[in-house]
Structure formats: C-alpha cells, structure tokens
C-alpha cells in the first residue's frame, strides 16, 4: 500500500479522534484537553497500521514501540499536571480574545489543526508501514534509538523536575533554573524534537525513508518559531528575572550556561 493511501486511512481516523476530543473539551469547558489527545492520537495512527499490517517490519515495529511509550508518558503527564487547574493560559486567551466565535475557532484553529499536523508529523509510521525493508537496517534502528532514548530522557526527566518544582504551589511564580534547565531554558522541547529526529532515523531502515523527514522538520519548526519556545516566553517577556536567565542560558541545545 503506497504512503498516501496509508496517510488517508489515518486522515478518516484522526478526524473521526478528534471531534471526540472536541466535543469532551466543549462538555469540560477547556480546550486544553488537545494538549493530551496529542501524544495519544500517534498511539491511534501507529496502532492502526500495525494492526492492517500482519507481516509488519522490524522498523515498524520499534516505531509503534517508541511511539506508544512516548505517547502515553505524555498524555499522562499532561493529564496530571492540569488536574485541579484552569484551563491553559493559552487557550484561555483565545477563548477570551475570540469572542462569540471562539467555539468554531477552535474547532478548527485548535482540534482539526492539531489533527492535520499530527498526520504529517506521522509520517515515519507511513513509511515504514508502506515500504519494503532493505537488507542491513540494523545501523538506523540502532542510531535512531539511541537518539529517540536521549530525546526521551531529556523530555521525561525535564517534566518530572518541573513537575516537582512547582507541585504544592511553593514556588508558584518562579523560574526553574536548576537540573535541565541550568543548560538549556527547554529541555522537554529538545527531548520531544530529538525524539522525532530519532524516529526519522529509524524509518531509514525502509526503502525511501527519506521522505519521512518532513516530520522532525516541521516538529522542529513548530517548536522553535511558532508554538513552542515563542508562545511560552512571550508570557514572561516582561519579567526582569527571566530576562536574566534567558541572556545565560541555552533557549534550545543543552550547554554550560554564561558567566
């Protein structure tokens, strides 16, 4: 079956997803709850091409692997860190700044965008899921694992130390500076972009896996120029500490901070 024939079974399903997640998100009153669908709607794209694939590759395989562990330790992360609390900052600024329309915008602008770029962001599961395996794949599984499991690290241990940073409100309003993020201003952001560079490798294992590569670089986009690192320290440009952990320290690649 050829790439786009697997990437629009996908398109029926995520659609089918995320009016779901929709309409539970109008029932609770907060659009943030795409934030969990996202790592779980990979789960359902990878998992469905498994389960239509009954001689699937080695590649296929540790792709849905990776895919799951990742997709669920995010979901449940997310769903625990908002548990007891408003509604996002984000989303509520778009519910407050869109008005009487807010309920189509984010139809749209929220669920059924995520759903579109989470199938373009897929396309390692395509690809691999699509094409025959060469001969000598043990070189991009390897390397794409290793790379994967440090994306990993960076993204799990980053959460958990913010998570503990400001658990019981104690440091409410203060910037976290220690741990990861003495190196880098977004270690769970460089672990999710290193993740997804990890799972391009991997899909090289199969014939013409190259063209998975539009999903590390439109993660890697989205993260450093438009929804990730932007939007989140716009929220504190006005905050003369940040401003001064931001002037030493890394925004992206972990490094020793400036003197």
């Not at 694992?145 to 409410?172: P, R, S």
């Not at 450093?224 to 890394?250: A, N």
């Amino acid at each position: 079956m050829l790439i786009i024939e697997k990437a629009l079974i996908s398109a029926a399903t995520i659609f089918v997803y995320m009016n779901i997640w929709f309409f539970i998100a109008l029932a609770k009153k907060r659009y943030d709850f795409v934030d969990i669908a996202w790592g779980l709607g990979f789960i359902v794209i990878a998992w469905e091409h498994i389960l239509l694939n009954p001689y699937a590759n080695l590649a296929q395989s540790l792709i849905t692997f990776l895919i799951t562990l990742w997709g669920v330790r995010l979901a449940t992360h997310i769903a625990i860190r908002n548990h007891g609390k408003k509604e996002d900052h984000r989303y509520a600024k778009w519910r407050k700044d869109w008005g009487k329309f807010h309920t189509v915008r984010a139809y749209f602008q929220v669920f059924m965008l995520q759903g579109f770029l989470m199938l373009l962001i897929a396309m390692p599961v395509y690809t691999t899921a699509s094409l025959k395996a060469i001969q000598n794949p043990s070189s991009p599984l390897f390397w794409g694992t290793v790379l994967w499991a440090i994306g990993f690290f960076f993204e799990t241990i980053g959460d958990f130390q913010l998570y503990q940073f400001k658990k019981g409100g104690q440091n409410k309003g203060k910037i976290m500076m220690t741990g990861l993020w003495k190196y880098t201003r977004h270690p769970n952001y460089f672990g999710e972009v290193t993740q997804w560079w990890g799972l391009f490798v991997i899909a090289l294992a199969s014939e013409s896996g190259w063209i998975a590569i539009i999903s590390p670089l439109l993660i890697t986009f989205l993260i450093l120029k438009v929804s990730g690192i932007p939007m989140l320290e716009k929220k504190y440009e006005d905050d003369p500490i940040f401003q001064r952990y931001k002037k030493r320290t890394s925004a992206f690649f972990p490094l020793p901070p400036k003197r």
